[in-house]
């Protein structure tokens, strides 16, 4: 009770809202005329508000704040429950909208037990609207479709991009850059031009114009600059660009390259663009071109040489030049789209998405709103929450050993099937909205598919690095997947028994650009970047060396005052492999990593001693045929699992107590080429890695006690691009 106000929490059951509701202003109806002298049906009244007000946003599924503005129009989202009896809830919505005097759109979209619709309201219609709840399943804000910026005339896009150029502010001449390895960009382009140096704009065939006759690449340098172009086009905020652009035109349609070049294509192009530019030490490297995916997670010459591009090997001072390089997935044919997901779970990844150095980003998609004219009938073929119907998975392939790809997805865009045809078809409204330059003045243009998804994921890296200029590229790299989340219906799709699959169609799921830039006061992040030397030579024989103890700077005392309190240990560990990818003389794979790290936890249980025998133990003993005895139930993925490819990311639940007795974190190192072909001479090599662990509590500041134990600053508010 506070100033003579008591405050009570009350669960109402999904789908009773309204009964509660409706119960109590019957309670406020029946007390109405008491002859207490007191206006208390005024008291109940403005109770009643302020209920259907917190009951209508509980229903809230948005990103953001729920709008607080009142009295003003807005679109919004209305996700309806889908009625198990014959009556269609959306014609009751409509009518009963109608007589609330709110506008619905004519468009709707059906998923299993939903049914959405688009409906300006102000926040005082819903409160007042009768048995809204009965039926409100979710309410979302509408977004600003890409179909409404490209259907205007020429002329009308100028002007919006006109609008916007003034809004934005130039990245520095020494920010981060993403570097595009593509069809070229056409960097007049109003929005592109002050991002992209002419220095900086190349080929790698001499001969070539650097400009983009295919229109691909210009369409991914607005998506890296500036994400999906909707946000900045609908809104009137100032925009400060903190990273560049840079592009090596690789690839033209008229004149392709021969297959077995690409791998030296692409290591070409990196080498130009770093002696064009050789004072930026922070540059992504987005690869949207791929082959096709016969390989099956084989190393091809392709994916080794990107490898060794983002190993650096080649530069005899590997740890300096790392690179840090995003690799589309690749995409499905349009003829299979229609028979969504089966046809996508059954198309495998394109090379080079095998490498295991480079981060392979595969598409999801949230857009499911068709609003244009002229598309009645048609639906989208994804849920929002799943699968991109372009994104190919690495589910076909036959060895399971291989990395884990995608690593994770990004926004790729929808389609819908067209109802004349029952097949695939692309709807503006449903792509994202980017940068062209056409003969008929045009300056917007819709793309999507896995190239869209890995120009939005290198544009997260030059932000991080914009943020944080000396992490090294192995921390900005694991810092996108440790922050990456199942959706709901990810996890719907593939529950715990199927977690295989379901990182082999999604990889660790979508980032949270947010949660990899800051810690808040009940989740801290810890990074730690090592250098360790894997291998020494004992007499004859070669065996593993180093093995690193971290002891995590866990407030102990606060974890323990928490007790039997849920709470959540992720982990991720981050490194690059100098590649063998040939495929005659050896099968294990190991063959292929020059070396293999590991982390383990110490358990609750164990003493050090006994954790340091048990990793000992392991070091000595893995290898990729053989399955170790390890407990991994409290953990998302299991070692098992996660120890696949170069980068090993991975969440802990158990209670605060567990976790307080859990302080000590090994990384070790396992086998690999450096030490098994003992006559190259490789076994006395050091190896980087960036090792990431954050906790996450309920309630409860664990930020400060860690700052102060390390001597760190208190964390300010990050504003991202």
Known sequence: MVENVMHGTVFVPEGKVGIFVRKFEAYADENKDRPSGKPSNKDLAESITRIRLAALESFWTDAG????????????????????DPSDVAAMFRAWAQAAQI????????????????AQATVEQWTAFESLF????????????????????????????????????????????????????????????????????????????????????????GLALYGDLTALLENGDPIELRHRLES?????????????????????AASRIEIAAPEQDRRVFCLTVTADGRDEGYPSSWSGRVDEVCSGVEDHERAALSRLVFVSGGNVPWDGRHNYPDYNHVQGLQDPAQSWNAISVGAYTEKASIQSSGYDGWHPIAEPGRLSPASATSLIWANK???????????????????????????????????????????????????????????????????????????????????????DRMLDEFPRAQRHNRLRCYGHGVPDLQRALRSVSNSATLIIEETLQPYEKVGSEIKTKDMHLHRLPWPTQVLEDLGAVDVRMCVTLSYFIEPSPGRRGWTRKHRYQSHGLRFDVKRPTDNEDEFHKRISKAAREEDEDVE??????????????????SIHSDTWTGTAIELARCGVLAVYP????????????????????????????????????????????????????
């Open 103 to 118: 506008q619905v759109s004519s468009h709707e979209i059906r998923f299993p037990e939903r049914r959405v619709l688009l």
């Open 401 to 487: 050993s291989w990395p884990l790809k995608p690593d994770f997805v990004m926004e790729g865009g929808n389609n819908a099937i067209d109802p004349a045809t029952g097949r695939a078809d692309n709807v503006d409204d449903l792509m994202l909205l980017t940068t062209r330059v056409s003969p008929d003045g045009a300056l917007l243009t819709t793309t999507g598919d896995t190239s869209a998804a890995t120009a939005l994921a290198a544009r997260y890296a030059a932000i991080i690095w914009a943020h944080y200029p000396k992490l090294w590229p192995e921390t900005v790299r694991g810092l996108l997947i440790h922050s990456a989340r199942w959706t």
């Open 134 to 221: 009965d039926i409100l399943a979710e309410l979302r804000l509408a977004k600003a479709l890409a179909g409404e910026f490209v259907g205007l005339p020429p002329r009308d896009q100028g002007e919006f991009v006109q609008e916007a150029r003034e809004r934005i502010e130039p990245p520095p001449v020494n920010a981060p850059s993403v570097c595009h390895l593509d069809t070229g960009v056409n960097r007049g382009h109003p929005l592109l031009e002050f991002a992209l140096a002419v220095e900086h704009w190349l080929t790698v065939m001499p001969g070539w114009s650097p400009a983009d006759q295919d229109g691909h690449g210009t369409e991914m340098a």
């Open 670 to 721: 396992v086998s690999g080429w450096w030490r098994e072909r003992k006559h190259l001479d490789c076994w006395d090599r050091q190896a980087r890695y960036s090792l990431i662990v954050t906790i996450e509590t309920p309630e409860t500041d664990v930020y400060t006690p860690i700052a102060n134990q390390i001597a760190v600053p208190t964390p300010v508010e990050i504003a991202t691009e």
């Open 628 to 645: 170790t005895e390890r407990d991994d139930r409290q953990w998302d993925i299991g070692p098992q699992l996660r120890h696949k490819g």
């Open 248 to 268: 090596v035109k690789v690839y033209r349609a008229d004149q392709p390259h021969d297959p077995e070049l690409y791998g030296e294509i692409t290591a070409q």
């Open 65 to 84: 704040e729920f709008p607080s503005k009142t009295g003003e129009p807005l679109w919004w989202e209305v996700w309806l429950q889908e009625a198990a």
